[in-house]
C-alpha cells in the first residue's frame, strides 16, 4: 500500500487467469462504499486511458485491470486464449478474487460487450449496476456507424479506405493517415491526445487487437465481426446507464435503440464529445456517473 492521487490508497497485484497473470489496481482501497469495476476495451487497450475515473474513488473503491495480452498483463502467444468465454471467466475470477461481492461494472467499448457477455453467461449475483460507455454491444451496428462516419470524411480519405480495404493493404501509409484522421474525430477529439489515451496505445495488446478485431476501429476482419447482443439485451434485469459522445464511433443514435432494447436503462450523450468522453470531458462524465451510482448504491 502505498499514498496515492489526493490521499487515496492504492493497492496493486496480479490474479491468475487461463493463460497467465493479469494486473490490478485497486484506486481507495479503504474507501466505504461499494467498488467499481472498470472493464477496458479494445480489446487490448490497456486501462490507462480510464484514469480519470479515478477521481470516483473518494466515495467508493475504484479497480481497473489490464486483461490478458495487454498493458501490465502477462503476453502470452497463443491464439486460442483470445475468445469472449475466457475473457469472461478472467472477468468472473478477478471479481471473485479480490472478494467484490457487490459491486458495479463498467464497461467502456469492447469492455461493455465483455460486460453483458458476463451477466449473460454467469448470470452473476451482487452486481448493482452496468455502465456502458461508447457501448459496443453488435458489430453488425457498429460497422454501419463506422460507414456513416465514413461517409462524411473528405472524398479523397474515404476513397483511400475502400480501396486499402479491397486490396487488404493495411500497411499502406495513406490507408494509416486515413486512420488517424477518422480517429481524431471519433475516438478522441483532443489536440493533443492526452497522456492516458498515449499510454493505452503505447501498452496495446496489437495480436489480440488485429485476431479479435481488425487493423482498425472501421476494417473489422476478427473473430468478433459477426457479433451481435442485441436479440439478449432485454435479459439484462438491472439499472443501466449508456453514455456516448455526440461524435462518438458509437454513434447516438444507435446507443438509443439500445437504451429501447434494456428494460432499466437510461442514457446521456456528451456533446461536442467522442469515444474518448471519460477524457475529453472528465468533470461532465464524472458527475453524472456519480449521480448514476449514488442511485443504485442502495
Request: aromatic share 8%; proline share 7%; with cysteine.
Amino acid at each position: 500500500m502505498a499514498p496515492a492521487h489526493k490521499h487515496h490508497t492504492i493497492n496493486e497485484g496480479t490474479v491468475k487467469v487461463p493463460g497467465g497473470n493479469i494486473w490490478y489496481r485497486i484506486v481507495g482501497a479503504g474507501t466505504k462504499g461499494i467498488p467499481l469495476l472498470t472493464v477496458h476495451g479494445g480489446p487490448g487497450a490497456p486501462h490507462q486511458y480510464l484514469k480519470p475515473l479515478q477521481e470516483l474513488a473518494n466515495q467508493r473503491p475504484v479497480i481497473f485491470y489490464d486483461q490478458l495480452g495487454c498493458g501490465r498483463s502477462d503476453r502470452p502467444e497463443d491464439r486460442s486464449l483470445w475468445t469472449v468465454e475466457r475473457f469472461t471467466e478472467e472477468l468472473d475470477i478477478l471479481r471473485h478474487t479480490l472478494n467484490l461481492e457487490e459491486v458495479h461494472l463498467l464497461g467502456q467499448s469492447w469492455g461493455s460487450m465483455l460486460a453483458v457477455e458476463y451477466m449473460l453467461r454467469k448470470k452473476p449475483s451482487g452486481i448493482r449496476s452496468l455502465i456502458l460507455s461508447g457501448p459496443y454491444l453488435s458489430s453488425p451496428l457498429w460497422a454501419k456507424d463506422q460507414r456513416y462516419w465514413i461517409n462524411q470524411l473528405p472524398k479523397k480519405t474515404r476513397q483511400t479506405i475502400l480501396v486499402c480495404e479491397t486490396k487488404a493493404d493495411f500497411n499502406n501509409p495513406a490507408y494509416q493517415d486515413a486512420v488517424m484522421e477518422f480517429y481524431q474525430r471519433h475516438l478522441c477529439r483532443m489536440d493533443p491526445w492526452p497522456p492516458e489515451l498515449m499510454e493505452s496505445m503505447e501498452g496495446m495488446g496489437v495480436d489480440v487487437y488485429q485476431y479479435m478485431w481488425g487493423p482498425s476501429e472501421f476494417t473489422m476482419t476478427g473473430t468478433l465481426k459477426e457479433a451481435d447482443l442485441t436479440p439478449q439485451l432485454h435479459l439484462l434485469d438491472l439499472p443501466v446507464l449508456l453514455t456516448c459522445g455526440q461524435f462518438d464511433e458509437a454513434r447516438p443514435e444507435t446507443v438509443a435503440l439500445f437504451r429501447e432494447l434494456i428494460p432499466n436503462s437510461q442514457m446521456h450523450v456528451f456533446k461536442g464529445a467522442s469515444h474518448s468522453h471519460l477524457l475529453e470531458k472528465p468533470q461532465r462524465v464524472q458527475r453524472t456517473l456519480r449521480s448514476f451510482l449514488r442511485s443504485t448504491d442502495s
